[in-house]
């Protein structure tokens, strides 16, 4: 262990200071170097040195150094995950070593001065959850450094992310040759596309959403002289407006806002939390600076909890630090300081889309996921209209720029002309007076030549079942019941659940209603759930898995349903079944759940029938024997394709690859189809291709005769069907089937 108690709250700052020096440094080498000097200084270490990520040659880049020779500046260079250093920045963790040498993965670089070092330390620099960088500490002392400093040199280090990063891009920039293109610049960044998560319309201000990071919540500490009074007005302020948005979840997302933000309030009326700030405030400290370093505490008290439920509340403090802060320095009360934005984020969680609805944002803008991941399928719920796009210059766009989100077409203008948002404006304004789309849809959906075709919807929230009533929805296709898992703080109990779904079965009476069990994992991780972390999550504990490896889970959820449904004829579906074993194994578990009710007395569904999701290719070798136990069977095209064809729905680098036309993937529903109809059993289709109208043609030609979907897609599928003749739908099936590549089956769809 340690035996020197370093003086961190000095470092903290000093570092503070840098913040101010660094930000109009105008010699970015020299910048860096105080950096290591500094942290070396505070930390007793021998060596303290800054690695940044070259994205070109894909390779870490030591660029400053205290302790190591000044010639091995930019010569020194590991690819990730290469040595300890390369591991702190591929793994994104800290990592502390007593005896460094010893390390398996240690590597020596002969000449640069190392030889003598034991203690190492390496952090990551993480921008949001990119890495791009690394720093490390060393010493010739074995042992040298504690638990503690590696967590404050991690959080100094989190600290500094965005001036590092920044000098990082500047120094891309000049080390570019000077024959290469100029890098683009903001300027030209002025129209972008990208994929439609959620269809709408946003005109407004962008504000880039990120945890913020210390640097950023300290940056908010004005420089005006505040004192007690102000804080207290600032901490009744930040109070009311929890309330307010605490009550209007409540009000509008009764299943899924129990807790967003009570663990906020709770926090900010914790004695120990306000009266350490108090204290501080009460020996001289402005307040301002007195919130921050109680956050700062509280953060690195979360950071190091074992718990992944406990570590979690970091972004809550953060969060409720960021707020108290905004009001101290603004002295108003703030309503929203989203309303009617341009959200731009690089990742959000499903709680923050739900946040960022509650705080009525115009529009999202995301950097990474795909128009069949969960984020959109909850935006879509939530009628906020996002985009996906691929290009991190826009995590630069200044806060304020003016810009029109068009998510229809899938365009982002960024401060556009006048002229293109009063076109935008006019259009819209048409788009709301004309008459509403609901009002035209027929109570019966029939194909031109009177085959009758059933539209269902897909229920993600509760507030999604007035929307499907209001649209005709036959019933319910798909209730994905994983939402209020995803974003409450722990695991409903069983009479939640059960209070949530007798609303579902209350709301749709007389009609068609399918739970689809628990689908976490992949994009929807619960994250108060202490599970290892996957590669490849999509491939992991995923869906059916999940409730398979964690009966007791499954088994509330199931004793809900059955409870909840007790007086009609229930749909039960399992996602992601890939052999007739699991679905058994899943089945006997309802069979389970309703004998142990019984015998408990307690109101049972005795109308249950079974059904699983076609979403796993394996099942298409296998349906004959799926069809001894499955009664019903939907097909999740969203998995479907991403299984069949090994892409990542959720990954806009193979967002390109991800084809619903693709002709194994055609083939593939089709030959699911005739293996569903061949045992007389009914089979829907409910991910994303049941509601784009070429691909709806093609369904009704392969025999699907029912479709859930999205409720707002309903009309224009609608009126796709009765715009169809089954002869013509057949015979356009058929000439895709008869394509054996993209570009055939391309040419197909836009060419009938
Ligand atoms: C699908 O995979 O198509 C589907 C409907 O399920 P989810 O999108 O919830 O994975
Ligand atoms: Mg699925």
Same mark, same amino acid.
């Given at each position: 262990?340690?035996? &020197?108690?370093?003086? =961190?709250?000095?470092?903290?700052?000093?570092?503070?200071?840098?913040?101010?020096?660094?930000?109009?440094?105008?010699?970015?080498?020299?910048?860096?170097?105080?950096?290591?000097?500094? +942290?070396?200084?505070?930390?007793?270490?021998?060596?303290?040195?800054?690695?940044? /990520?070259?994205?070109?040659?894909?390779?870490?880049?030591?660029?400053?150094?205290?302790?190591?020779?000044?010639?091995?500046?930019?010569?020194?260079?590991?690819?990730?995950?290469?040595?300890?250093?390369?591991?702190?920045?591929?793994?994104?963790?800290?990592?502390?070593?007593?005896?460094?040498?010893?390390?398996?993965? /240690?590597?020596?670089?002969?000449?640069?001065?190392?030889? !003598?070092?034991?203690?190492?330390?390496?952090?990551?620099?993480?921008?949001?959850?990119?890495?791009?960088?690394?720093?490390?500490?060393?010493?010739?002392?074995?042992?040298?450094?504690?638990?503690?400093?590696?967590?404050?040199?991690?959080?100094?280090?989190?600290?500094?992310?965005? %001036?590092?990063?920044?000098?990082?891009?500047?120094?891309?920039?000049?080390?570019?040759?000077?024959?290469?293109?100029?890098?683009?610049?903001?300027?030209?960044?002025?129209?972008?596309?990208?994929?439609?998560?959620?269809?709408?319309?946003?005109?407004?201000? $962008?504000?880039?959403?990120?945890?913020?990071?210390?640097?950023?919540?300290?940056?908010?500490?004005?420089?005006?002289?505040?004192?007690?009074?102000?804080?207290?007005?600032?901490?009744?302020?930040?109070?009311?407006?929890?309330?307010?948005?605490?009550?209007?979840?409540?009000?509008?997302?009764?299943?899924?806002?129990?807790?967003?933000?009570?663990?906020?309030?709770?926090?900010?009326?914790?004695?120990?939390?306000?009266?350490?700030?108090?204290?501080?405030?009460?020996?001289? %400290?402005?307040?301002?600076?007195?919130?921050?370093?109680?956050?700062?505490?509280?953060?690195?008290?979360?950071?190091?909890?074992?718990?992944?439920?406990?570590?979690?509340?970091?972004?809550?403090?953060?969060?409720?630090?960021?707020?108290?802060?905004?009001?101290?320095?603004?002295?108003? =009360?703030?309503?929203?300081?989203?309303?009617?934005?341009?959200?731009?984020?690089?990742?959000?969680?499903?709680?923050?889309?739900?946040?960022?609805?509650?705080?009525?944002?115009?529009?999202?803008?995301?950097?990474?996921?795909?128009?069949?991941?969960?984020?959109?399928?909850? $935006?879509?719920?939530?009628?906020?209209?996002?985009?996906? &796009?691929?290009?991190?210059?826009?995590?630069?766009?200044?806060?304020?720029?003016?810009?029109?989100?068009?998510?229809?077409?899938?365009?982002?203008? &960024?401060?556009?002309?006048?002229?293109?948002?009063?076109? +935008?404006?006019?259009?819209?304004?048409?788009?709301?007076?004309?008459?509403?789309?609901?009002?035209?849809?027929?109570?019966?959906?029939?194909?031109?030549?009177?085959?009758?075709?059933?539209?269902?919807?897909?229920?993600?929230?509760?507030?999604?079942?007035?929307?499907?009533?209001?649209?005709?929805?036959?019933?319910?296709?798909?209730?994905?019941?994983?939402?209020?898992?995803?974003?409450?703080?722990?695991?409903?109990?069983?009479?939640?659940?059960?209070?949530?779904?007798?609303?579902?079965?209350?709301?749709?009476?007389?009609?068609?209603?399918? @739970?689809?069990?628990?689908?976490?994992?992949?994009?929807?991780?619960?994250?108060?759930?202490?599970?290892?972390?996957?590669?490849?999550?999509?491939?992991?504990?995923?869906?059916?898995?999940?409730?398979?490896? =964690?009966?007791?889970?499954?088994?509330?959820?199931?004793?809900?349903?059955?409870? $909840?449904?007790?007086?009609?004829?229930?749909?039960?579906?399992?996602?992601?079944?890939?052999?007739?074993?699991?679905?058994?194994?899943?089945?006997?578990?309802?069979?389970?759940?309703?004998?142990?009710?019984?015998?408990?007395?307690?109101?049972?569904?005795?109308?249950?029938?079974?059904?699983?999701?076609?979403?796993?290719? !394996?099942?298409?070798?296998?349906?004959?024997?799926?069809?001894?136990?499955?009664? @019903?069977?939907?097909? #999740?095209?969203?998995? +479907?394709?991403?299984?069949?064809?090994?892409?990542?729905?959720?990954?806009?680098?193979?967002?390109?690859?991800?084809?619903?036309?693709?002709?194994?993937?055609?083939? #593939?529903?089709?030959?699911?189809?005739?293996?569903?109809?061949?045992?007389?059993?009914?089979?829907?289709?409910?991910?994303?291709?049941?509601?784009?109208?070429?691909?709806?043609?093609?369904?009704?030609?392969?025999?699907?005769?029912?479709?859930?979907? !999205?409720?707002?897609?309903?009309?224009?599928?609608?009126?796709?069907?009765?715009?169809?003749?089954?002869?013509?739908?057949?015979?356009?099936?058929?000439?895709?089937?008869?394509?054996?590549?993209?570009?055939?089956?391309?040419?197909?769809?836009?060419?009938?």
């Amino acid at each position: 262990m340690a035996t &020197v108690n370093r003086d =961190h709250a000095k470092l903290i700052c000093d570092v503070g200071e840098l913040s101010a020096i660094i930000t109009d440094a105008s010699d970015l080498d020299a910048m860096l170097q105080k950096i290591v000097d500094t +942290f070396a200084g505070h930390m007793e270490a021998d060596v303290c040195s800054i690695y940044l /990520y070259d994205e070109a040659a894909k390779e870490l880049v030591l660029r400053a150094t205290h302790g190591l020779l000044s010639s091995s500046i930019g010569n020194v260079r590991l690819r990730s995950g290469e040595g300890l250093t390369g591991l702190a920045f591929s793994e994104r963790r800290p990592i502390r070593e007593d005896d460094a040498p010893a390390h398996p993965n /240690y590597r020596f670089f002969p000449g640069i001065g190392e030889e !003598s070092f034991r203690s190492f330390v390496a952090v990551p620099i993480l921008r949001g959850r990119r890495p791009v960088g690394a720093m490390t500490l060393q010493s010739k002392q074995p042992s040298h450094f504690s638990a503690e400093d590696v967590q404050v040199f991690r959080a100094i280090t989190m600290q500094l992310a965005t %001036t590092i990063e920044m000098a990082r891009l500047l120094l891309t920039l000049e080390a570019a040759p000077a024959s290469l293109a100029p890098a683009p610049a903001l300027s030209d960044l002025r129209l972008v596309h990208g994929q439609v998560g959620a269809e709408g319309y946003a005109a407004g201000e $962008a504000v880039l959403i990120r945890q913020p990071s210390l640097a950023e919540i300290r940056a908010l500490i004005g420089t005006t002289a505040l004192a007690l009074p102000d804080f207290r007005r600032a901490v009744a302020t930040t109070e009311q407006q929890l309330e307010h948005l605490e009550k209007l979840a409540g009000e509008r997302l009764s299943d899924v806002s129990a807790v967003i933000f009570s663990a906020q309030l709770l926090m900010l009326r914790d004695q120990s939390w306000l009266g350490a700030m108090e204290e501080q405030i009460a020996a001289g %400290t402005g307040p301002a600076e007195a919130v921050y370093r109680v956050i700062l505490n509280y953060v690195e008290l979360f950071d190091r909890m074992d718990n992944a439920y406990m570590r979690e509340k970091r972004y809550d403090v953060m969060d409720v630090g960021r707020r108290l802060l905004a009001n101290l320095s603004s002295h108003r =009360h703030v309503e929203s300081p989203l309303e009617g934005r341009v959200a731009i984020a690089a990742e959000l969680l499903p709680s923050e889309v739900l946040k960022l609805g509650l705080e009525k944002v115009g529009g999202i803008v995301l950097l990474s996921g795909g128009v069949t991941s969960h984020v959109a399928v909850l $935006a879509r719920s939530l009628d906020l209209p996002l985009i996906f &796009v691929d290009d991190p210059r826009l995590l630069e766009i200044p806060d304020g720029t003016r810009m029109v989100l068009d998510a229809r077409q899938g365009n982002l203008y &960024v401060a556009p002309d006048q002229e293109v948002e009063q076109r +935008f404006r006019e259009q819209e304004e048409d788009r709301r007076s004309a008459p509403h789309l609901a009002e035209s849809m027929r109570e019966e959906t029939h194909t031109a030549d009177g085959t009758r075709v059933h539209l269902l919807a897909n229920i993600n929230l509760l507030a999604d079942v007035e929307v499907a009533r209001s649209y005709k929805a036959e019933g319910i296709g798909l209730y994905r019941t994983e939402f209020p898992f995803l974003i409450r703080n722990d695991l409903p109990s069983e009479e939640e659940q059960l209070r949530i779904y007798r609303r579902l079965v209350e709301g749709m009476p007389g009609r068609e209603i399918t @739970f689809r069990t628990l689908d976490v994992g992949g994009d929807k991780v619960l994250s108060y759930f202490d599970y290892a972390a996957e590669a490849n999550p999509f491939l992991g504990l995923r869906s059916i898995r999940f409730s398979l490896r =964690h009966r007791d889970v499954f088994l509330q959820q199931l004793r809900a349903i059955l409870r $909840a449904a007790h007086d009609i004829e229930v749909r039960i579906m399992f996602p992601m079944i890939s052999s007739p074993d699991e679905l058994a194994v899943a089945a006997d578990a309802v069979d389970e759940c309703q004998a142990s009710l019984r015998r408990e007395g307690l109101p049972v569904c005795e109308r249950v029938r079974l059904g699983m999701m076609l979403e796993v290719p !394996s099942v298409l070798e296998l349906m004959d024997e799926l069809a001894q136990r499955a009664e @019903f069977f939907s097909i #999740g095209t969203n998995d +479907f394709v991403q299984y069949m064809l090994a892409v990542d729905r959720t990954n806009v680098n193979v967002a390109d690859l991800y084809i619903p036309h693709h002709p194994a993937v055609l083939r #593939g529903l089709h030959r699911a189809i005739a293996g569903a109809l061949r045992h007389d059993r009914d089979v829907s289709v409910c991910g994303d291709m049941a509601h784009d109208p070429r691909f709806v043609r093609f369904l009704l030609g392969i025999g699907v005769r029912k479709f859930s979907m !999205s409720a707002r897609y309903l009309p224009r599928v609608q009126e796709a069907i009765f715009a169809t003749r089954l002869d013509e739908a057949q015979a356009f099936a058929k000439r895709l089937l008869a394509e054996s590549s993209v570009s055939g089956t391309t040419r197909v769809l836009e060419g009938g």
